[in-house]
């Protein structure tokens, strides 16, 4: 059974600081990752999706990456503003079949001016 | 281009009660899923449907059931209702299959006393 774990589980920074946060999951054997953001209270958006074959992508100030063999992903923030403040989420799709995505409990950011 | 709706917005039921959610699909997409997510948790996957029928299922009991309609609008139905049902109800659409990318919509907060 795929399991995925985000740390921090939450992250206060100030203004402008360049951070990274952890997704890890279990099972080795998937389809893509993708993170999303949610807002309190509010459905997922989301950021960036990265293939299996892939290594990494890219959006603005964001950049994810994939490290399937040792079953990890990180996600960038360059030069952080208040508004990233939300709640940040990787899932994992498997491989091989059903495709269901297996979410973590998601990183919750803070960015204070 | 519409995006994915939900209604209502909140709802507070009683246990026991039966409840039934609704969610718009975004504009040419045949697929939709159903997540529960719980506070502080991940979404868990429910059930996606394609093209009216069921075509994956998470791990719930049967009193979790849906719906879709050949507009591709969908419902999620949800009988005898237990306090641990209490979540957010997050549906999300994808243009043929859980391997696309997903459109989640708002969300609507179910509360049960």
């Known amino acids: 059974k795929q399991e995925v774990t985000q740390i921090p589980a939450a992250l206060s920074v100030p203004e402008g600081e360049n951070l990274v946060l952890n997704c890890s999951f279990t099972?080795?054997?998937?389809?893509?990752l993708q993170w999303f953001r949610q807002d309190p209270g509010k459905g997922l958006t989301s950021l960036l999706l990265?293939?299996?074959?892939?290594r990494e992508q890219t959006s603005g100030r964001l950049n994810a990456s994939l490290d399937k063999s040792s079953g990890r992903s990180t996600l960038y923030i360059a030069a952080s503003q208040p508004g990233d403040s939300a709640t940040y989420l990787c899932?994992?799709?498997?491989?091989?079949?059903?495709?269901?995505?297996?979410f973590g409990r998601g990183t919750s950011l803070i960015v204070h001016p | 281009e519409t995006g994915v709706t939900q209604s209502p917005t909140h709802l507070i039921k009683t246990r026991g009660q039966q409840v039934t959610l609704r969610c718009s699909s975004q504009s040419g997409h045949n697929t939709v899923s159903w997540y529960q997510q719980a506070l502080g948790q991940g979404p868990q996957f429910i059930f996606q449907?394609?093209?009216?029928?069921?075509?994956g299922r998470g791990n719930f009991p049967p009193r979790f059931s849906g719906l879709q309609f050949p507009n591709y609008s969908s419902e999620l139905n949800v009988n005898a209702l237990e306090l641990d049902d209490s979540a957010l109800y997050l549906c999300?659409?994808?243009?043929?299959?859980?391997?696309?990318?997903?459109?989640f919509g708002p969300g609507t907060r179910l509360t049960v006393l």
């Open positions: 899932a994992v799709r498997r491989s091989g079949g059903s495709y269901i995505p297996t």
């Open positions: 999300a659409s994808s243009l043929a299959s859980l391997r696309d990318t997903q459109y």
């Open positions: 990265i293939q299996s074959s892939q």
């Open positions: 449907y394609y093209r009216e029928e069921e075509n």
């Open positions: 099972d080795s054997a998937i389809y893509n």
